[in-house]
């Protein structure tokens, strides 16, 4: 595979911050380290310091990009094991998924073998999901051969199989490249004033609450009662995500993304069994702050007390958010101003 040795820009760090409260009830697994009988079928996850339940920042970033999919009406061309599909960029520039293996149509009176069935996919460097998840190289995946000679990617692919995929001729390529996420969504965890409420709790947990629950046998009517643990209602945690901001042209489209799935988790459900009232939460009091390339440089010599960050100020939801995003816009464009 070809190495690049250009470097991708870096023009600055946007955070945004917000509070997240949980609605209702909710429920992120930590795996049950005991088999103890009467014990918890599925417990949350802790920290393991404090043994405070949080929310991991893993389980927000694959909500959200899964809302962001289907926001965006992305092909599902990449298997995930246990039968789920997702989608992802299979190199940095445009090609196509082969998702089912070629097999024979002898049985169909052809004599000829089908390569399979083809997803066209979209280039990392473009692409809107990609570009804010990342993405990792796919294998055996399609390329049109003028692409793959420009890419670079031609010569060592050169004796692979070629095939006209929606009138255009292909090569197939052995291994993508990846492309790193610009989203980094820290862990969530708890603000003080709520931490300090859920220890007075008396559920019999520590900071959470016991929900029972029951199977019913359609047959026989018989109960099959089970024990999950969550986060009760109220809980509130310290939400932040943080952009690398590389191309000042696709800022705004990225941004704009961003809200727009947290909008719709609001109205969707974070953690397990969403179906049942588990996981609705709400986001609060966003606050944007950016520290351009030149300001990092600059820190040393920053009096003390006084912040490199430039802020925006505070929205108080996520409607306000996506109500007045030309003022984040306009914000965006004054720091970042064109060549």
Not at 121 to 133: H, P, V
Not at 307 to 314: I, R
Request: net charge neutral; glycine share 10%; aromatic share 8%.
């Amino acid at each position: 595979m070809p190495v690049s040795y250009e470097q991708k820009p870096l023009l600055g760090k946007l955070t945004l911050t917000s509070q997240l409260s949980a609605e209702t009830g909710l429920h992120i697994g930590g795996g049950g380290e005991n088999l103890d009988i009467g014990g918890l079928d599925k417990p949350v996850i802790r920290d393991p310091l404090t043994k405070y339940p949080y929310l991991p920042g893993s389980s927000i970033k694959g909500k959200l990009r899964s809302i962001l999919e289907r926001l965006l009406n992305k092909p599902l061309n990449r298997s995930g094991g246990s039968g789920t599909w997702r989608y992802e960029s299979d190199d940095l520039n445009d090609g196509f998924t082969e998702v089912e293996k070629g097999r024979s149509e002898v049985e169909e009176g052809r004599s000829e073998v089908e390569e399979g069935r083809f997803i066209a996919y979209e280039g990392a460097r473009t692409c809107q999901i990609s570009r804010l998840f990342g993405s990792t190289g796919g294998s055996n995946f399609w390329m049109p051969i003028e692409t793959a000679k420009e890419e670079g990617l031609y010569e060592e692919n050169k004796n692979n199989r070629t095939f006209t995929i929606k009138n255009q001729n292909c090569i197939k390529i052995n291994r993508g490249r990846n492309a790193p996420a610009r989203l980094i969504i820290r862990d969530c965890h708890l603000i003080p004033e709520s931490a300090e409420k859920l220890k007075q709790v008396d559920t019999g947990l520590y900071m959470t609450e016991w929900k029972f629950e029951n199977g019913i046998d359609r047959v026989t009517a018989a109960a099959n009662p089970r024990q999950l643990e969550r986060v009760p209602a109220g809980s509130k945690f310290q939400f932040e995500l943080v952009y690398t901001v590389e191309n000042k042209n696709q800022v705004i489209e990225d941004l704009q993304n961003i809200a727009i799935a947290l909008a719709i988790l609001e109205d969707d459900a974070l953690g397990g069994h969403g179906s049942r009232g588990y996981g609705k939460v709400k986001f609060e009091n966003f606050r944007f702050s950016y520290r351009s390339l030149e300001q990092y440089r600059q820190m040393t010599s920053t009096p003390p007390g006084k912040s490199a960050l430039q802020p925006l100020e505070t929205i108080p939801n996520t409607q306000a958010l996506l109500d007045n995003f030309g003022s984040l816009s306009e914000y965006v464009n004054r720091l970042l101003p064109g060549d």
